[in-house]
């Protein structure tokens, strides 16, 4: 359950209050929705508008998000009409509770019921990588991580492609691996992970598929929204597609298939560069680099009561709601990260911060489109991105190295300085390669400099932050697979002996941890909590704790895989 009650009992004194938070939005001056008639044929039921607003304030769902999940059983139009039928002569706060829930069981289907369960024709029991795991009950586990891609596997309904105005759901033509939970849909950044995991259980026509649905999404709208829904469709997630093709073609070498995905990987980062890039000027040079910053500056419809009541003491509403959307585009959906104060999110300014993650994307981006090109034969293209990553590598040093802490931070554009507080993203510029490689000295200072803060002495794996008051779900002691796979490695690359064998220390802690709450709970989770002698589900945020789960999935295979023959539990 959302923890919505909790929040209307803090916020809220009295339902007048809330009624005049509503009654606000129509008011707000240069509303961006997120989503509009340009890119939807049916916003004004999933993205904004009175009907939207009653369901949320009546609180039909304890999450916002099953409303806007749930397809129409006739044309938008029609439901439309007969709810200004039924409701029009009265206020919002005046509807009758029970009739509107009835109105919508009737004009509604079921949250999901737009997709089926299907069954992945290149599965096998026991993928051949995961027979190689040498501790038999990591290999037994593995083999029972490799069955959930069963029960995670989705197909959208094919009637769909041609009469979407009913559904929120963006169409797929190919089977994908959802998250799990609540997460029904396809998620950008998360894939990178599922495609690991399957690469790792030899799934190779299903990630292609993956790649293929990412693509003719990428077609349809020039880039790839955070998630699956037309509410996503003002915000993307960390740019990643490049990578999940590197993925494929090194376990494949499926060179026509990479050929033609290649005008898609551009497409997208002009995206990135028409839309998110900004200029900044550092000791009197001037610099293009990369942040998360949406268009749309209402509530968020997934999360629509939660935007409400926590934007009801603020005197620019538009502005905390454009943030939020903007570090939900990051991935990092909540963090004080993002926070003016490191402490709460009403003083939220990702628009500000200047990302090093982001921006060691980016260059990666323009790396693996070198070195497709060069594969390809294609030595102009090849050329011009392999001078763009250079001189982008060095925008990144410029802008996001700090020489006195030896490592690379996030920058802010209001205080003109970095945020010097650990968070797991300063080690993306190690994942992707952005930097020196031949320059050791970079990469064991920040390494050294992990060690100095303790982050790599938790029993569970690395914490999202050692901020640990603020009840965000991206920050202590939460620990998420994708960063700690990433820290892994970040280090497993390097050329130091000691780095590489923290890289495995650390995928082993990870590993035991998960494993440990697997025997315990029987689930794979989301998030888990990093502390304590007993690893367990994280906590924090928005919604519960999710099981499932995708990308949790993908970094067990893979970690399993890459250290085959020597992780234990």
């Known amino acids: 359950m959302l923890r919505v009650t909790s929040l209307l009992l803090i916020f809220c004194s009295s339902v007048a209050a809330l009624s005049s938070l509503l009654n606000q939005i129509h008011w707000v001056h240069d509303p961006v929705p997120v989503c509009d008639a340009t890119n939807s044929n049916n916003s004004y039921i999933y993205c904004n508008g009175t009907l939207l607003m009653a369901v949320n304030y009546h609180e039909l ?10 397809p129409m059983r006739y044309d938008p139009d029609y439901v439309l009409r007969q709810f200004n039928n039924e409701f029009s002569n009265v206020s919002i706060e005046n509807i009758n509770r029970t009739k509107l829930k009835v109105f919508i069981n009737e004009h509604f289907s079921p949250a999901g019921s737009e997709m089926m369960s299907c069954t992945p024709m290149d599965w096998h029991p026991q993928p051949a990588k995961l027979m190689t795991i040498a501790d038999p009950q990591l290999r037994e586990w593995a083999l029972k991580l490799n069955a959930i891609w069963l029960t995670l596997c989705r197909k959208i309904d094919p009637d769909i492609e041609r009469d979407n105005a009913r559904h929120s759901i963006i169409y797929l033509p190919n089977n994908f ?28 026509d299903t990630t292609r598929s993956m790649i293929e649905n990412l693509g003719s999404v990428v077609e349809r709208y020039g880039f790839i929204p955070n998630g699956g829904r037309v509410y996503y469709l003002q915000r993307s997630h960390p740019p990643l597609l490049a990578g999940m093709l590197y993925e494929y073609y090194e376990a494949t070498k499926d060179k026509d298939f990479m050929r033609s995905m290649l005008s898609t990987l551009e497409r997208e980062l002009q995206f990135w560069e028409n839309n998110r890039k900004v200029n900044v000027t550092v000791d009197g040079e001037t610099y293009s680099v990369f942040r998360y910053k949406t268009n749309s500056n209402m509530p968020r419809p997934e999360s629509f009561l939660v935007d409400i009541i926590k934007a009801q003491n603020l005197p620019d509403k538009t502005r905390f709601w454009q943030n939020v959307a903007s570090a939900a585009e990051s991935g990092w959906d909540f963090s004080t990260r993002w926070f003016g ?7 939220i300014e990702t628009t500000s911060i200047l990302p090093v993650d982001l921006n060691a994307f980016i260059c990666w981006n323009y790396e693996l489109l070198e070195y497709f090109f060069e594969r390809i034969g294609n030595q102009v293209k090849s050329e011009f991105y392999r001078e763009v990553r250079a001189k982008f590598r060095n925008t990144v040093h410029k802008v996001f190295y700090n020489h006195t802490a030896g490592t690379w931070f996030d920058y802010n554009l209001r205080t003109g300085a970095h945020n010097a507080e650990f968070y797991p993203s300063i080690t993306v510029p190690l994942f992707t390669g952005c930097y020196n490689t031949l320059n050791q000295g970079k990469s064991e200072r920040l390494f050294s400099l992990m060690k100095s803060l303790g982050v ?16 965000e779900q991206w920050d202590f002691p939460n620990g998420f697979s994708p960063l700690n796979h990433m820290i892994v490695e970040g280090l497993r690359k390097s050329q130091n002996a000691q780095m590489q064998d923290a890289a495995f220390q650390l995928a082993q802690k990870w590993l035991s941890g998960n494993f440990r709450v697997w025997k315990e709970t029987h689930h794979m989770w989301e998030k888990y909590n990093v502390i304590g002698d007993a690893p367990r589900p994280g906590t924090g945020g928005e919604y519960d704790v999710q099981d499932g789960f995708g990308w949790t999935n993908g970094v067990i295979l893979d970690l399993l895989v890459t250290y085959n023959d020597r992780l234990r539990v």
Do not use: H
């Not at 790599?456 to 009840?471: A, H, K, N």
């Open 61 to 70: 769902f304890n999450d916002s998000k099953t409303f806007v999940d749930m």
């Open 177 to 204: 691996i959802m998250p799990g939970g609540r997460f029904r849909e396809f998620y950008y950044w998360d894939a990178y992970w599922i495609i690991k995991g399957l690469v790792a259980c030899e799934m190779y």
């Open 341 to 347: 104060d490191k402490r709460t999110i009403y003083s």
């Open 456 to 471: 790599l002495e938790y029993p569970g794996g690395v914490p999202t932050s050692m901020m640990q008051d603020s009840d």
